[in-house]
């Protein structure tokens, strides 16, 4: 099972928590890269180029999500780092299609959007799921291409 990577801001500590443990209880190792106090004062921006490059650094081998007050910044901050494709999940059906239509390797949450309970049925669903080369694989290349 794939290990995973956490962080968060200041805006997100509780639903940060709550998805790691969740993680944690389901067998999967887990690297926690901040920040632990709502007193953090860590602009997101920094937490997610964090997680990216140890990402990197894995040969994309690791997976992340990163959580703020929307997951909107979070998602345009990792985004701009080499390699991630990050998604905001706020439902279940957006995690799926992240994983299986984009090869998401970043999921972004929004603590001030969803709650615990939902953020939990949408890990569970990422964790269950591989992306698989197929109809999407030319538009996942399309995106990756952009980088160059």
Do not use: W
């Amino acid at each position: 099972m794939r290990e995973y990577i956490i962080g968060c801001d200041c805006a997100a500590v509780e639903l940060k928590n709550t998805i790691k443990e969740l993680l944690e209880n389901e067998g999967i190792k887990v690297e926690d890269v901040g920040v632990k106090t709502v007193e953090d004062g860590t602009y997101y921006p920094n937490v997610a180029k964090t997680l990216c490059e140890k990402i990197q650094e894995s040969d994309y081998e690791k997976r992340g999500i990163l959580v703020c007050g929307t997951g909107i910044g979070m998602a345009i901050s990792a985004n701009k780092c080499k390699g991630i494709r990050a998604a905001v999940c706020h439902d279940q059906y957006s995690g799926e299609r992240a994983v299986l239509s984009n090869n998401a390797n970043v999921f972004c949450f929004g603590q001030r959007v969803i709650g615990p309970e939902l953020a939990k049925k949408i890990v569970k669903e990422i964790i269950s799921l591989e992306f698989k080369d197929g109809s999407s694989t030319p538009k996942v290349e399309a995106i990756n291409a952009l980088e160059k």
